[in-house]
Structures are given as C-alpha cells and as structure tokens.
C-alpha cells in the first residue's frame, strides 16, 4: 500500500469513528510523505493508531463526568500556537515519546477535513509515559469536526422602498468563504447605490485573492475617487479562511462587532472611520483560529440605533449574553431574536436598515461532505 492510500485509509477510518490499528511495517515516517497536507494528515493518524487501545478516546472535553484526575504534568508551560505548525514539533514518531497530555484538553478539537488537519489548543506537553497510566472511559470520546453556519437577517427602514444595507458573498479561492455587508450613506435607493458599489469593488478582490484588508481599502479609495469623497459607507466583512484556518473580522464601521471564543465573550469596537471620506482609510482587523463554538455577530447601526427614538435603546451586547446563556451559539435563532427585538424597540416601525449577519464554527452534524445554502425574501 502507498503512503497516499494508507494515510487516506487511516483519515477514513478516523472520521468514522473506527481508529484502526496498522501493522507497525505499514506506519512509515511523516517525512516520507509527498504532500504536506497528508503529511500533517498523517502525523495524527498515525499517533492516534500508536495509542495503546485503552488510550484511543484520548479527547476529553474537561466538563464530561467521570474523568479521573490527572496528575501535574511534567510540563506545565502552555505549548505556544505559532510552533503547532509542523505536527512534527508536538507528535513524536520514536517508539517510546509521543508528545500530547490531556491534562489540558478543555479547548483541544481536531479538524480533519478536506485532507487537512489543524490542532487548535493551548495544551500541555509532557512524555508519553505520563499518559500510560490512565484508563479513559469509551463514552467521552470526542473527535470534534466542525462545520460553519452562517445567517443573515436584513430589514428595511420603515416606508422606504429599499433597503440601503447589502450583503455579498463569494468562495476565496484558498478555500472557505467571505461575506461583505456595507450600509450605504442616508437610505433608500440612493443608500443602495453607495453600498453597492461598495460591495461590488470587495467581493470581486475578495474572489481574485486579495487580502480582506486589502479590499476594504481598495474599496474605500473606488468609492472615494468614485464619488469625490461626498459620501461615505460603512463596511464589515467577515471571512471563514481555510488556508489559513482563521476567521478574520474586517471593520470599517461606527457600530461594534461581537465575537465569542473560548466561552468568552467580548465587544470589538476599536475607533475606524467609515469607508470613502478619504484616501487611505485603514479597517481594523482581528484575525482568530478557527475552534468549535467560535462566533461572531456583526450588524449595521440600525440595531444599536433600535429604540432610542422611545428611550430605550437596544442593548445588544447584555441580549446575546442573555441568548448565550439560555445554549450554545444557533446562528438562525440568534440573528431572528436579535432582529425581533430591534424591530419591537423600534414600535413595529424601524428608524433605520437593519441587517444582522452571525458567523460560528460548530460540531459537525450529518454528512459532512454537503453544502447548504438558504435564502428567503418577500417578493
């Protein structure tokens, strides 16, 4: 069997669920490997098959009941992620050290798809002889696949004809996909022909491979020399990258992004400009890797803006703790409660466009290998 075939097997039965073992002439060196993504694939594989078979659940979340103490390891010192990159550094291939503990498996995920494996984690190194001793228990196994749902919610100013937010959307070409939601000056028809120009000159860098911050500079510029510096638009795009297995949040807009990692929750609102005022405008950008339950929620003004005509304006960042706190993050659910309840501040009637567009990275459910897209609007 050639090293391609035996790693695809091994990666199969991995996803499976059916860690095989493979006879130790089979198990060649990472290096051997022609390809750097089975490389990495395989690096993984072949520790998980090299784990006794008592060993093999080795993901814990640190949550599950039952799992036995642990012991200090003998390395305390978190492993730094810029040194993940090769596996080579944090799985060894000599018979006796193989180089992963679970001592600290609270925020360790595998993400083996599309031949391509990443360990995201800040877990703990030791040898392999303090894991030797352990008997973990089959039904808190967990290898996490994670797959992105996206959701947008759009509402128009109330008795206007058109909305003066649009969203745009485009695969890169490195794998993954990038959404573009720009709100035009004023509302409207004129608003719209702003954003859309806006996001038009994004999307298309974004397809050829530019860099998000490069685009929404280019864009800022198109729309400056465009129109004279007259008027001006707010931008956010937000893209799910797998070359680099990051999501990367790019603002260019008044109103605060929202992100979730790590069972945190925090506000982005770094001080930018919107787009077109001038040249050289500068977006801010936070660029996080990808592990399961990473969200993001990003929004026009017209939802921070909700309700303040009555006085009671919308507290967005105190109502997604509160719908964090009710489950884990639902990208449908949350953009419609958020949009419900802006539209309820604003008395049915709202003051502004509103668009809500919510990003996560969640456990895989189903076949993976299937793409969905759902799109609803009235006509």
């Known amino acids: ?51 006794p078979a008592r060993l093999r659940p080795q993901l814990l979340p640190a949550s599950a009941p039952g799992i036995p103490q642990l012991p200090q390891p003998v390395f305390p010192r978190p492993f730094p992620r810029s040194k993940l990159l090769p596996f080579q550094l944090l799985f060894g291939h000599t018979p006796n050290r193989t180089y992963l503990n679970p001592a600290n498996l609270k925020s360790t995920f595998f993400h083996m798809r599309n031949h391509h494996s990443t360990l995201l984690d800040n877990s703990t190194i030791a040898p392999y002889e303090t894991l030797s001793d352990w008997t973990l228990s089959p ?56 954003a859309n120009v806006v996001a038009r000159k994004a999307i298309s860098l974004l397809a050829e491979g530019v860099r998000d911050g490069a685009a929404a500079r280019a864009a800022s510029d198109y729309l400056h020399t465009y129109r004279s510096g007259k008027v001006m638009a707010t931008l956010n795009i937000l893209s799910i990258d797998l070359s680099s297995q990051t999501m990367v949040i790019t603002r260019n807009n008044h109103a605060p992004a929202i992100l979730i990692e790590d069972q945190q929750i925090r506000v982005l609102d770094e001080d930018v400009d919107p787009v077109g005022v001038r040249r050289g405008i500068r977006p801010s950008i936070t660029e996080i890797p990808l592990q399961v339950g990473l969200t993001a929620i990003i929004f026009t003004d017209g939802l921070i803006h909700a309700g303040a005509r009555s006085g009671n304006a919308f507290d967005v960042l105190e109502f997604v703790r509160m719908l964090y706190e009710e489950g884990p993050p639902n990208p449908k659910e949350w953009a419609d409660s958020l949009l419900k309840r802006a539209v309820e501040l604003d008395q049915g009637r709202p003051a502004d466009d509103i668009s809500v567009l919510i990003a996560a990275a969640l456990p895989q459910d189903g076949n993976g290998e299937t793409r969905r897209l759902l799109a609803r609007m009235p006509l």
């Open 139 to 194: 039904q808190h196994c967990r290898i996490h696949f994670m797959e992105a749902q996206v959701a947008v919610v759009k509402v128009g100013k109330y008795a206007t004809s058109e909305s003066g937010d649009t969203l745009e959307m485009t695969e890169r070409p490195g794998g993954g996909l990038s959404f573009v939601l720009v709100d035009g000056q004023r509302s409207g028809k004129p608003a719209k022909l702003i």
């Open 1 to 51: 069997m050639d090293q391609y075939a035996l790693s695809r097997r091994i990666l199969q039965s991995v996803r499976d669920g059916r860690v095989r073992g493979c006879r130790q002439e089979q198990s060649v060196p990472a290096r051997a490997l022609p390809c750097a993504q089975f490389q990495r694939l395989f690096v993984i594989a072949d520790y998980l098959v090299r784990l």
